[in-house]
């Protein structure tokens, strides 16, 4: 047992010492800086560091909002103690979950057949051949592309860059 100023506390220093040594150490004030930075006299800021007085829940809450932008974690226990949370003393901002961006419009099947047409025909013309003798070869690419999670943005990317010599 320790003894801080008349009264014994099992552990040591009591919860409310130690919270205070911490928050004035963090804010660089004495006991009689703290008290005064409260609202509160020399003299009750010598009883709450000895343990004799206790604080009220707005003291600490108030110690909270100070302590905040130096010390997060100490704000935290501050704010228990003053029966609330970071959040609850605005101290804290819950950011709203990202939202998932939303699925590209589906495209109705006879529009679609008619946009693939387009391609097969931009990639025929690309390659001086006909429609019929390029579409395998692009329904293999895609297959294969589906099968790694490549987007169709993924591709294009990929064949724009400069191509890397072969080794």
């Known amino acids: 047992m320790v003894q801080t100023g008349h009264m014994w506390h099992p552990h040591g220093m009591s919860e409310q010492t130690k919270l205070l040594a911490e928050v004035r150490g963090a804010l660089s004030l004495n006991q009689t800086e703290l008290a005064s930075a409260l609202g509160f006299s020399a003299r009750t800021g ?3 560091a000895a343990g004799h007085s206790s604080l009220t829940e707005d ?6 909002r100070r302590v905040h ?4 974690a100490l704000a935290a226990a501050l704010a228990r103690r003053g029966q609330t949370t970071l959040r609850d003393l605005g101290l804290e901002v819950v950011k709203p979950p990202i939202a998932a961006p939303p699925a590209p419009p589906t495209v109705p099947p006879e529009l679609a057949r008619e ?3 387009a391609v097969v025909c931009a990639a025929a013309d690309a390659m001086n051949v006909v429609p019929q003798a390029i579409r395998p ?3 293999a690419a895609f297959v294969k592309a589906r099968k790694l999670a490549l987007s ?10 400069k191509p890397r010599p072969v080794l």
């Open 137 to 139: 070869a692009l329904l």
């Open 152 to 161: 169709v943005r993924d591709v294009e990317a990929a064949l724009s860059a």
């Open 69 to 72: 932008p130096v010390d997060v």
């Open 46 to 48: 010598i009883r709450w």
């Open 115 to 117: 946009a693939v047409d």
């Open 59 to 64: 003291a600490w809450r108030e110690l909270s």
